[in-house]
């Protein structure tokens, strides 16, 4: 097919044929979701911390496979909660020379929100106070107005972050002074919180938590710690063993010592996280996806790639 377009072509009528190619070449399977724009970009914004970036660190990757192009915009501290997210939104708007409102960055959150237009935003509770309901409220509210007042034609969405690994220190409080007593609680109670939140939201989800649950449920998939390794005696580079973790887990520090991190993910939950992610947001199955981070494994991938596919179905049910 060729299209020979002359000095006098506007702009529209190129991007029309441009569009046309895209669509009659299967670059495009499906258009994006029927609340986008019709812009060949879908403009992504992230109000979160540390899991919001693993949860998309290979969304880029994986939305240029399937043929989307992706702009992400990201307001991300490290542990932040629903409540310090609005406390500092909410001391910008009081005075906006104030240092506290300007915490991304040099920037205020609304001055993020406001540049340009943002087709999607998202939000979540930062992982420790995940299963503790009341610790959303009122801040995921205000946050939702807010974002709403600069962005009226924006899509809302929460991000249901995951459960730590089975072998955590310490999990999620599930109220006030109590923390969950393990990884299957913390799942259960986050779940319940998100789903509560986001139903009086009228937002969607982004289920990354129980496709991590999922993987961790299922006896071919699921991670067991290595009860046989002898960390007295360890030297590195020796660990124990981590098959099928989706948490950064035990790693040798610049020390010389073992540290260890249950609540972050590795490259498999990275993976994981952004296979949920572009399911929901591209509205297209990522069972099909190739693109494979060069740490994991390509019999567990195709065992993500299934569980992502299936939690995304299920979303839209």
């Not at 409540?83 to 020379?97: L, M």
């Not at 610049?254 to 993910?265: R, T, V, Y």
Request: net charge positive; proline share 4%; hydrophobic share 35%.
């Amino acid at each position: 097919m060729n299209f020979k377009l002359n000095k006098k072509s506007d702009i529209r009528t190129s991007m029309m044929l441009m569009m046309i190619l895209l669509f009659t070449s299967g670059s495009y399977a499906s258009a994006f979701r029927e609340h986008l724009t019709q812009s060949d970009t879908l403009r992504l914004f992230l109000i979160g911390n540390s899991f919001s970036q693993n949860a998309t660190r290979y969304l880029p990757q994986l939305a240029q496979e399937g043929g989307h192009l992706l702009k992400i915009g990201r307001a991300e501290l490290g542990g932040c909660s629903l409540q310090r997210h609005w406390e500092i939104a909410e001391a910008a708007d009081k005075n906006p020379a104030d240092p506290k409102g300007k915490a991304y960055n040099g920037k205020s959150l609304r001055e993020l929100l406001s540049s340009g237009t943002w087709d999607i935003v998202t939000i979540q509770q930062n992982s420790m106070n995940s299963g503790d309901a009341t610790t959303y409220s009122p801040y995921a509210k205000k946050l939702f107005d807010l974002i709403k007042s600069i962005q009226p034609k924006a899509k809302i969405l929460m991000h249901q972050t995951w459960a730590y690994r089975v072998d955590a220190k310490q999990f999620t409080q599930i109220a006030d002074k109590q923390n969950a007593s393990s990884a299957e609680e913390m799942w259960k109670k986050s779940r319940a919180a998100y789903h509560a939140v986001a139903k009086s939201l009228g937002v969607e989800l982004i289920p990354v938590g129980d496709a991590f649950w999922k993987i961790n449920s299922e006896p071919e998939t699921t991670y067991k710690p290595d009860v046989n390794f002898n960390f007295d005696a360890a030297k590195s580079p020796d660990l124990p063993d981590q098959t099928n973790s989706l948490h950064a887990g035990y790693r040798w520090d610049n020390s010389g010592k073992i540290a260890f991190d249950a609540n972050h993910a590795n490259e498999a939950g990275c993976f994981l996280g952004g296979l949920v992610w572009y399911g929901v947001l591209f509205n297209q199955s990522p069972a099909k996806l190739k693109y494979l981070p060069e740490k994991v494994e390509e019999r567990f991938a195709e065992n993500l790639r299934k569980v992502a596919a299936d939690v995304t179905t299920n979303t839209k049910k």
